[in-house]
């Protein structure tokens, strides 16, 4: 994920900047305004992609607390499914 694309994101604005974004053990009410944010965040495709590719193990990313070490993998990224095509 580029500089650029940080720059963008709904957790650079400065309304959610003071959220516990790297934080191991953030609040439930922290984790569900996180969510709120990520829901909405313009760069979320790409967030997804950067902890899909990459090894992220801490911290709130792509509306995921990653964390928590049994979070469901998946087998592709939000709104890119593959139809019809055999696993």
């Not at 984790?31 to 997804?48: E, F, K, T």
């Amino acid at each position: 994920m580029s500089t650029e694309d940080l720059t963008d994101a709904a957790c650079a604005l400065p309304e959610n900047r003071a959220l516990p974004w790297i934080s191991e053990n953030a609040s439930l009410m922290s984790q569900a305004r996180m969510l709120r944010a990520c829901a909405s965040c313009p760069v979320l495709a790409s967030c997804a992609l950067e902890v899909a590719t990459t090894t992220t193990t801490a911290g709130f990313w792509a509306g995921h607390d990653r964390t928590v070490p049994d979070l469901p993998e998946q087998d592709t990224l939000p709104g890119f499914e593959l139809s019809g095509v055999a696993a």
